[in-house]
């Protein structure tokens, strides 16, 4: 068939108006079945990249699993499928209106009786397969919701081994539901921050969320740990900081693993669009792009463990895989992969230098480092895109970066702020001592092998 | 006293060396218990994420034999060869008198019940 590209489409276009008959399949209906056919492909990415990103929520569960006691353990997972849960419904009932519009309980994402009619004449727009992705709405939903449980896991490694589940649970529901929705959509969506500045103006841009998921979710971490305090016995009486060893290495492991895998669905979806050849190729530079960032962080992360401590801390690289992670989720289609490399290294290095700092200098405990890992790592993700991304500014960065943390930071605050006065959010010494597997399961983890 | 009791705190890892050349000397039985304790060698401190943290007691081995008294040089010998390092914190051997020994399935006595 001799028939160029174009007139193929136009065609295609054409054929959308009047619908062929019943005889012949004409080049109309050939186009019209590789829309049906596109939308299902876009559709179905999208689809099994969120369902990578929710199994991320098995590696926060694993990692957290592993980094806190043996009497804690039961509590931490609770809290994670607890928060999962938590995230999904809130997200449903008003945080997809709030970030992206369309009505509170979803109401009109099954699309409705032109569903076909619109998708297809919304291609037929594009003329040509380059445009923007067109997807079902529903998958649209299902991705981003997993983020937000993603920002919400972050927050419950800091706060381990001391917090009550139910406040706990309780400020899952306004970050969820409001915290996060309201600076999603100042970020991904383009609304104006309560109309003074457009951050897409300024020359924000954060690809797949170093600083709308991650750095939010450590931000609304430290507001809690800093209303929380430390774990008892974590400093000594002249507030040397003592070693608090994790139960489980291999759970961490394993968490770390998982986490590594599903942030293919999370940088990897963001793309948004598989189905042409640009897209499938920049699909195909951010997985590469993701995995050795991680690499680099890792790699750096336990050389700097070894020059610092002497000895090759696990738990030091793992924080490093996931620091190189969090760095290049903020541009990872851009950088060549050695740059990407070499961000994930950086990020290696920080968050081993940043750990040690908050926890010796700060004087703030954070078990699992996700502060650090999520916060200090998604900052600088953040001002490395315009590095290798030239519509993006230092400034739109820093004011965006800013604008995410305050807003985050601030409302966490005052939210936990508020829990405490009315319920509390710790655990009584005793309690904390007895380990809160007992005190708010009533079970534990390991019921033949734990050790206080 | 014609029986001996001997304790000995010994590294873990020695174990094995230390009851194969007991079972190479005659001796026909031993009691090991896991412990934990310091002597000279003190605890040390190990570092996690970069804090540091102090094992004050050290895994040990705990070896208990009780034989006839003129087998005790060989045994402390044996013990001390077989347990050696040369290295701070080998352990340590206690020797001690025994007045009386009883087999409890056929309640033989003294010498008989070793």
Known sequence: ?452 | MTMKFITAIIKPFKLDEVREALSAIGVQGITVTEVKGFGRQKGHTELYRGAEYVVDFLPKVKIEVAIRADMAEQVIETIEKSAATGKIGDGKIFVFDVEQVIRIRTGETGTDAL
């Open chain 1, 1 to 452: 068939m001799k028939t160029s590209f174009k007139t193929l489409l136009a065609l295609g276009a054409a054929g959308l108006a009047a619908p062929a008959l019943a005889q012949e399949p004409t080049v109309a209906d050939v186009m019209t079945n590789v829309f049906h056919l596109q939308y299902a492909m876009d559709t179905f990415y999208f689809l099994v990249c969120g369902a990578l990103v929710m199994w991320m929520a098995a590696g926060f569960s694993m990692l957290e699993a592993g980094l806190v006691r043996g009497k804690n353990t039961a509590e931490i997972l609770t809290k994670n499928v607890a928060l999962f849960s938590i995230s999904c419904v809130m997200y449903l009932v008003c945080g997809y209106a709030i970030m992206y519009g369309g009505g509170i309980f979803l109401s009109g994402i099954e699309g409705g009786d032109t569903l076909v009619e619109d998708a297809l004449g919304a291609f037929a727009e594009q003329a040509d397969f380059t445009g923007d992705s067109v997807y079902s709405g529903a998958s649209d939903f299902f991705f981003q919701v997993v983020f937000v449980a993603t920002a919400m896991s972050i927050v419950s490694g800091a706060v381990a081994e001391r917090m009550k589940l139910w406040a706990f649970l309780a400020f899952a529901i306004v970050m969820t539901g409001f915290i996060y929705p309201m600076e999603g959509a100042w970020t991904w969506n383009g609304d104006d921050v309560f109309g003074m500045y457009n951050l897409g103006d300024l020359g924000f841009s954060d690809f797949a969320g170093s600083g709308i998921v991650h750095m939010a979710g450590a931000a609304a971490a430290l507001a809690g740990v800093l209303l929380l305090g430390a774990r008892k016995g974590k400093y000594g009486p002249n507030g040397e900081p003592r070693a608090i060893p994790g139960a489980n290495l291999p759970l961490a492991t394993l968490g770390t693993l998982i986490l590594w895998m599903g942030w293919f669905g999370f940088n990897g979806g963001s793309v948004l669009k598989l189905g042409d050849i640009a897209n499938a190729n920049a699909v195909a530079m951010v997985f590469l792009n993701t995995n050795t960032a991680a690499a680099g962080g890792a790699i750096a992360a336990i050389i700097v463990s070894k020059m610092m401590f002497g000895k090759a801390d696990l738990t030091m690289l793992l924080n490093g895989a996931l620091a190189g992670l969090v760095v290049i989720t903020a541009e990872p289609s851009t950088p060549t992969p050695l740059l990407a490399t070499l961000f994930g290294a950086a990020g290696g290095v920080l968050v081993v230098l940043s750990i040690t700092t908050l926890d010796r200098v700060f004087k703030i405990d954070d078990p699992v480092g996700a502060i650090s890992v999520h916060g200090v790592c998604g900052l600088l993700g953040l001002l490395l895109v315009p590095v290798t991304n030239g519509d993006v500014t230092f400034f739109g960065q820093i004011v965006g970066a800013l604008t995410i943390f305050v807003w985050v930071f601030g409302c966490s605050l005052i939210v936990w702020g508020i829990l405490k006065a009315v319920m509390g959010i710790r655990v009584s010494e005793e309690e904390e001592y007895e380990g809160v597997d007992l005190v708010e399961c009533g079970q534990e983890a390991y019921p033949e092998f734990v050790s206080k």
